[in-house]
């Protein structure tokens, strides 16, 4: 008698963590920022793409087309290195991917502003706060024209990853 008590309250004890883990995972996947906005649960995404002809000049998705620091203009540091919150929900971070398999050296921009190079078949993995972000790539030639990818308007949602294959 007294074990089958037992069991019946361990069997107790064990379905009821268990709707309790159902439960607050069913919350913090619906979980609402002060702005009221539902997030999401970190994404994985790949995306493969084919790379556009075009000619060089005026781009309208590029901001910046600079790698160089500007001594007088002062640069917030990243979510993750100054505590406060992202763009997006909280602290935490997005991160991309870029998988060039194309033979051109590539420029990255993310939101418009240049943010590094990918080599010929190379890779370059970083970080952007969470949120609504603008990812676009350009190899440039030296006869005056370009091959472009994107743009790319998505949700970086917080904790995610985002892989593009460029072609």
């Not at 075009?54 to 002062?74: M, T, W």
């Not at 990243?78 to 051109?104: A, E, F, M, V």
Request: net charge positive; glycine share 12%.
């Amino acid at each position: 008698m007294i074990s089958l008590l037992k069991s019946r309250t361990y069997f107790a004890v064990v379905a009821v963590s268990i709707a309790f883990g159902v439960l607050y995972y069913a919350a913090a996947a619906t979980a609402q920022d002060t702005s009221g906005k539902e997030s999401a649960a970190p994404t994985k995404q790949t995306v493969k793409e084919t790379g556009k002809k075009g000619n060089a000049g005026n781009d309208q998705n590029i901001k910046s087309d600079s790698d160089k620091n500007n001594p007088d203009k002062k640069v917030e540091p990243t979510p993750q290195k100054s505590g406060k919150k992202s763009r997006g929900l909280g602290p935490y971070p997005c991160s991309l991917q870029i998988d060039n398999h194309s033979p051109w050296l590539v420029r990255i921009y993310v939101d418009g502003y240049y943010r590094g190079t990918v080599n010929s078949y190379g890779d370059l993995i970083g970080i952007t706060g969470n949120g609504t972000t603008t990812t676009y790539w350009v190899a440039v030639f030296d006869n005056g024209t370009t091959t472009t990818w994107g743009p790319h308007v998505f949700n970086c949602g917080a904790g995610s990853s985002y892989s593009w294959g460029l072609y």
